[in-house]
């Protein structure tokens, strides 16, 4: 007979999970995602990312509740004042609160960043994985397509699509996953070609399976954990990225409290008031190394090599 688990017995949940023989698909996936718990959770650097990113995330979602001043109120006698108790991370050449506008910041470069991953890595897991089943012509002309656009600097190529586009936080968004894709699909299709002569897989095509199923139902879910790998890895030149397009102002536009924007007018007080241009780039430095950490951690995690 069947056993199931029994969570309200910790014991008993902890025997189904190290059951050496698991009795049911659904033991045995519960079983293979708490052994990638138990690695993540013995990866120092990758649990330092991710903590450091909750951080992060929380003090986004709270910015109304914990920011003291508004992020857009103008206080003309309060310029350019250091660190203080009153103003724990000083005030900018209009009189704002630094900690205030860096809080509500944060909102924008997460929001640029996930909403970026969220388009490049379906984009690029579709490509790739099209690309390296059919091969042949359809392999050449989107393998040629993928090389045109990485052939360019990703940053120069994301400032031509915005500078295009125009101005302004959704603008970016696009240009930046334009210029971000490009890599997922190689990594995709990479992938795709060690899969593709698989036995299960051409267990499937004689079945008379169509190719669109076949490549959502068995190809892409073996792509995926490298793609996750590889869009965590890259949120750090996307949000680079995106402060790049900010400082230069064809990102978010004044008086939104985006980091690269913020950056960009702290540069005129770089010398005299160095906390207007330090603070927003030690964010951008510390949110753009959790990801990298998170994304070492991640890559270990969930190599197939590790089991």
């Keep these: 007979m069947t056993s199931t688990p029994d969570t309200s017995n910790p014991t008993g949940l902890r025997a189904w999970l190290h059951a050496p023989v698991p009795q049911t698909a659904r033991q045995a996936r519960a079983q293979h995602i708490w052994r990638k718990i138990k690695q993540m959770l013995a990866n120092p650097s990758g649990m330092i990312g991710l903590g450091v990113l909750l951080i992060i995330i929380m ?50 470069t997460l929001y640029m960043a996930f909403l970026t991953a969220a388009i490049v890595g379906p984009v690029g897991l579709i490509i790739g994985t099209v690309s390296g089943y059919f091969g042949g012509l359809v392999d050449t002309v989107l393998m040629r397509v993928v090389d045109l656009f990485m052939a360019f600097p990703s940053l120069i190529l994301a400032m031509a ?22 890599p997922i699909a190689r990594l995709a299709r990479a992938e795709t070609l060690m899969i593709r002569n698989s036995d299960y897989v051409a267990a499937v095509r004689l079945q008379a399976t169509p190719a669109w199923r076949i490549i959502i139902g068995h190809i892409a879910p073996m792509c995926i954990p490298s793609v996750i790998v590889r869009v965590t890895l890259n949120m750090a030149a996307i ?61 270990d995690v969930l190599d197939p090599r590790n089991v």
């Design 161 to 182: 699509f915005s500078a295009a586009l125009g101005p302004g936080i959704e603008n970016a968004v696009i240009a930046i996953s334009l210029a971000a894709w490009p």
């Design 239 to 299: 949000i680079l990225t995106a402060a790049g397009l900010g400082f230069l102002g064809l990102g978010a536009q004044p008086p939104s409290p985006e980091w690269g924007a913020m950056l960009s007018v702290g540069r005129d007080f770089m010398f005299t008031h160095w906390w207007i241009a330090a603070i927003p780039g030690c964010a951008i430095l510390i949110t753009s190394l959790a990801f990298n950490l998170l994304g070492d951690g991640l890559r």
């Design 59 to 108: 003090a986004a979602l709270l910015a109304p509740m914990i920011a003291p001043y508004s992020p857009f109120s103008q206080n003309l006698q309060a310029r350019l004042l250091p660190p203080s108790a009153a103003h724990w991370l000083g005030t900018d050449e209009l009189g704002r609160d630094v900690l205030s506008r860096l809080l509500y910041g944060s909102r924008i």
